[in-house]
């Protein structure tokens, strides 16, 4: 092979249609239109499979495939010679073929018709480029590979979750020039992913959830496979889209409705990777953009290798985090507040927490708050660690996957966003300690 695959990726992103060329066992040549080719490796690619039609038959008769692909960068062409493998119909490929595939309908005004019946996988057993005028790529916006390692030096230098997390949302705005995006963890016990952090949006939907399987980041932690589209399609818009379609399977009320996920009312560019470690998915970062084809296949290989740094360091960070070396110091009471009692009221059926009526965390995050509360108030306590809250028995942590720190980093979050003079400051490794300035009247629900 005189090319490699990994060096025409861009003829792959389905801007100009490739043709794909077969030929019955008479000899009869037939030529086609293709919709999508996806880049496995640099030996192997997977074709859209939608219809039924001559080229299918031909190549199930085993005829030999030639492609013909163009690039729209410098208007090169190339011809690869392919053998057919086998056909996916689930699966990661094929989540990822069908959501590239939505997007290239919707640009083609074809929604509605291209769906993807399965990703036929291919081995290419050569690549030539047809003689022919070219002009010169134009230069990147930004060098990824320079932008990741810049970014590993700095998450490197973290010594906190909370100050990983926080750096690597900067990392991903300032050295790769990214302005729209989320990170989300992983609920293993609820099958949700809730916000952690996000950038670029008029309201930071932090604490706001989606679940596994609904829209490109559910799906992208459904399969653990990176899910990018180029183009703006509904089927895998967020906001109210998917909210009508969690509604219609009956799972609005399972779900956080009061916090609205943040995004991009008009999204053109979609892209979601899994943070995994070890077959186990922490979260999901997801990064979207108005402009078309805003992230290319560059693009997505840098943000999959960010995302296992971010992993290793996340899990290198929660042990280090649930084991305190400091001695706890003496604990003084603390002192007497004055002022309007605040409200806490806790619903025990889904450890929704309510301050002054104004909705503020639910779940694992509510029933920590709850106990921290009860504690505060009986006994006048501000200091905790993360130890004693994994074995408190009120907290019913869901085992040993259960991101306490992220959880308490949620926590920490959210009340710095409601401002109602409640608090929670890290004291040392696996300790924290809670403020609260003014008379609390708990009730249970």
């Given at each position: 092979m005189s090319l490699r695959l990994e060096t025409i990726r861009e003829c792959l992103e389905g801007i100009i249609p490739g043709h794909i060329a077969t030929c019955d066992r008479a000899g009869m040549p037939n030529l086609a239109y293709l919709s999508q080719v996806e880049f496995i490796d640099n030996e192997h690619v997977a074709l859209s499979y939608q219809f039924f039609n001559r080229t299918r038959q031909n190549i199930l008769a085993d005829s030999p495939v030639r492609l013909l692909l163009t690039s729209h960068l410098t208007g090169a062409q190339y011809r690869l010679t392919l053998h057919y493998l086998r056909t996916e119909a689930a699966g990661p490929l094929f989540e990822q073929m069908r959501a590239?595939?939505?997007?290239?309908?919707?640009?083609?005004?074809?929604?509605?018709?291209?769906?993807?019946?399965?990703?036929?996988?291919?081995?290419?057993?050569?690549?030539?480029?047809?003689?022919?005028?070219?002009?010169?790529?134009?230069?990147?916006?930004?060098?990824?590979?320079?932008?990741?390692?810049?970014?590993?030096?700095?998450?490197?230098?973290?010594?906190?979750?909370?100050?990983?997390?926080?750096?690597?949302?900067?990392?991903?705005?300032?050295?790769?020039?990214?302005?729209?995006?989320?990170?989300?963890?992983?609920?293993?016990?609820?099958?949700r992913l809730y916000t952690l952090a996000s950038r670029g949006y008029p309201e930071s939907g932090i604490g706001s959830e989606i679940p596994v399987g609904a829209g490109v980041i559910g799906i992208c932690a459904r399969e653990r496979t990176p899910i990018r589209i180029g183009f703006t399609n509904s089927e895998y818009a967020y906001g109210r889209t998917v909210r009508d379609g969690i509604a219609a399977d009956g799972q609005?009320?399972?779900?956080?409705?009061?916090i609205p996920l943040p995004g991009l009312p008009d999204a053109a560019s979609q892209m979601a990777v899994p943070i995994s470690v070890?077959?186990?998915?922490?979260?999901?970062?997801?990064?979207?953009?108005?402009?078309?084809?805003?992230?290319?296949?560059?693009?997505?290989?840098?943000?999959?290798?960010?995302?296992?740094?971010?992993?290793?360091?996340?899990?290198?960070?929660?042990?280090?985090?649930?084991?305190?070396?400091?001695?706890?110091?003496?604990?003084?009471?603390?002192?007497a507040v004055a002022g309007t009692p605040l409200t806490i009221r806790h619903f025990a059926a889904t450890d929704s927490v309510f301050i002054d009526d104004d909705y503020l965390i639910k779940g694992v995050a509510g029933a920590i708050l709850w106990v921290l509360l009860s504690d505060f108030a009986e006994r006048r306590r501000t200091s905790f660690t993360n130890k004693g809250l994994r074995v408190d028995p009120r907290i019913r942590l869901p085992?040993?996957?259960?991101?306490?720190?992220?959880?308490?980093?949620?926590?920490?979050?959210?009340?710095?966003?409601?401002?109602?003079?409640?608090?929670?400051?890290?004291?040392?490794?696996?300790?924290?300690?809670?403020?609260?300035?003014?008379?609390?009247?708990?009730?249970e629900s």
């Open positions: 590239k595939l939505a997007g290239i309908a919707s640009h083609t005004g074809m929604a509605g018709i291209f769906q993807l019946l399965g990703a036929d996988i291919y081995r290419v057993l050569n690549i030539e480029q047809v003689p022919g005028e070219t002009v010169a790529p134009p230069p990147p916006p930004v060098n990824c590979l320079n932008a990741l390692r810049r970014t590993v030096d700095r998450l490197a230098t973290c010594n906190t979750l909370e100050c990983l997390l926080e750096k690597a949302v900067d990392c991903l705005e300032k050295e790769f020039g990214i302005a729209h995006l989320m990170l989300l963890m992983h609920d293993e016990a609820r099958g609005a009320d399972a779900l956080e409705t009061a070890a077959g186990r998915l922490l979260g999901v970062l997801y990064v979207e953009s108005v402009s078309d084809l805003h992230f290319g296949y560059d693009e997505e290989d840098a943000l999959v290798a960010f995302a296992a740094q971010l992993g290793l360091a996340i899990v290198h960070h929660q042990p280090a985090d649930d084991q305190p070396d400091e001695p706890a110091g003496s604990e003084e009471a603390a002192p085992g040993v996957s259960d991101n306490l720190e992220a959880r308490l980093v949620l926590l920490q979050r959210r009340l710095e966003e409601r401002d109602a003079g409640i608090r929670l400051t890290k004291t040392g490794r696996g300790r924290f300690s809670l403020a609260v300035d003014r008379p609390l009247q708990l009730l």
